[in-house]
């Protein structure tokens, strides 16, 4: 396995020592995020789990291997070239035997991550069931991932370009457990409000950990998702960021957008359509992420020792 899976040698030393090790997705670099800011963030990311005393390992896959903990040039590359692949569970083959730059969405991340002995996984938001997933079967394989990786993802729930209460019932489905995250209710990514209710609410990292490894500790090979809301200040209107994501959709069923390119297609045409705004917030609520998930692995460290 070890020509498969190159770590590099500051997570492969924390990985041993037991400290707190925070994994961080791609896919938000090259097809989530505009150049330059993709880049900028990917770096103040890293800075903010670091910030937190955890140490960033940003996952990616090149030259058929997949790279935990990246290095500058890499992240240039990914943020800057057309070339990147998008490589969710079932692209895995062919982008390895390839040899392909590839970015990784939460899926392959989570995958990665468990290979490497990360248990905690910061990102933005997940994928899950798309609008109209009753006809089109559109439903990330973000899900599936969540459901037999043993990773735990925080992320800001998920968007509205979702189709949300299905995302939560495909979740229980799997078995997934959510946590909201000193909240009862599981946010929209760009707002807190949903309506929607979580399953548990945790008020510590320590409460979280203990409750990731009563499970683990059952032998369950299960991931979860801990739903953080974006920071007050931070929020966009409900009603506003919502049109925009109904005239994006719009959009892309006018242009007959589908499959893998739906997402990223999406998350440019909000940003284009909120002249940034939105770019701004998506920044805020990946940092607040990496706060959390840094608490919950050093968390989780302790307890395992
Ligand atoms: N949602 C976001 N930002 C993102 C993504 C989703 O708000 O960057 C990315 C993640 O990498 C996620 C992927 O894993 O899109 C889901 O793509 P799909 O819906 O094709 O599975
Ligand atoms: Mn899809």
């Known amino acids: ?28 670099i090259s097809h989530g995020m505009p150049y330059p800011r993709n880049l900028e963030t990917a770096g103040e990311v890293e800075a903010e789990v670091r910030r937190w005393g955890a140490i960033p390992a940003t996952i990616a896959i090149r030259d058929g291997s997949y790279r935990v903990g990246l290095d ?16 969710s569970t079932r692209d ?16 392959t ?16 938001g997940t994928g899950g069931v798309h609008r109209g997933g009753e006809k089109s079967l559109d439903v990330s394989a973000d899900l599936v991932e969540l459901s037999r990786t043993p990773v735990a993802v925080v992320s800001a729930g998920v968007k509205s370009i979702l189709d949300i209460e299905k995302t939560l019932e495909y979740l229980e489905t799997l078995g997934v457990p959510v946590y909201g995250w ?13 309506g929607l209710s979580v399953p548990l609410s945790v008020h510590s990292a320590d409460e979280l950990a203990r409750a990731l490894h009563a499970v683990w500790n059952l032998g369950l090979r299960t991931g979860a998702l801990v739903a953080n809301p ?15 994501i109904q005239d994006a959709i719009l959009d892309a069923e006018r242009e007959g957008i589908r499959g893998r390119d739906l997402t990223p297609y999406l998350l440019g045409a909000i940003v284009e359509r909120t ?16 706060r959390v998930a840094s608490e919950v692995a050093t968390a989780l460290a302790k307890f395992s020792r």
């Open 92 to 107: 895995l083959g062919g982008v390895i035997s390839s040899r392909r730059l590839a970015a990784t969405t939460v899926a």
């Open 230 to 244: 974006i920071p007050k200040e931070a929020e966009l209107e409900h009603g506003y960021i919502e049109s925009v």
């Open 182 to 194: 000193k909240t009862s209710e599981f946010p929209a990514f760009y707002s807190t409000h949903t």
């Open 72 to 87: 500058s040039k890499t992240l240039e590359l990914l943020a800057t070239s057309d070339e990147v692949a998008k490589a």
């Open 275 to 290: 002249d940034g705004k939105s770019l701004e917030a998506n920044i805020a609520l990946v940092k607040n992420n990496a």
């Open 1 to 28: 396995m070890s020509d498969m899976v190159i770590v590099s040698e500051e997570v492969s030393e924390a990985i041993s020592d037991g400290a707190p090790v925070v994994a961080l997705e791609s896919t938000i």
């Open 109 to 124: 991340t989570m995958i990665g991550a468990h290979l490497a002995g990360v248990h905690v996984f910061a990102t933005g």
